[in-house]
């Protein structure tokens, strides 16, 4: 199944504008799908250590959150491109 992740993490102000774009429809509801009929997944750190451990569990450790996973195997860390993305697939909200 194809899957876009996001990781975000507390108190990161990227992370905050990103959060307050996502439309939370889509980020608890199971069931949704983006344009391209990827699952979406959103993860949230609480510290900055949480974040790099997190990050490193999905091997893409030594980045700076935010960072988006692309269903396609892309890798955006910079936060309008994440931006871009999430609005493409229908990910924010209007």
């Known amino acids: 199944m194809k899957t876009?992740?996001?990781f975000l993490e507390r108190n990161c102000p990227h992370c905050?504008?990103?959060k307050?774009?996502?439309d939370l429809a889509s980020v608890s509801d199971?069931?949704?799908r983006g344009e391209d009929g990827q699952e979406f997944f959103v993860f949230s750190s609480q510290s900055n250590a949480a974040s790099k451990r997190l990050l490193d569990k999905f091997n893409i450790g030594g980045r700076v959150m935010p960072v988006l996973i692309a269903h396609d195997g892309a890798i955006l860390m910079k936060m309008k491109d994440i931006i871009h993305h999430l609005d493409a697939q229908g990910m924010t909200a209007e």
Do not use: N, Q, T
């Open 30 to 32: 199971d069931e949704f």
């Open 16 to 18: 905050g504008v990103i």
């Open 20 to 22: 307050a774009k996502l």
């Open 4 to 6: 876009d992740i996001l």
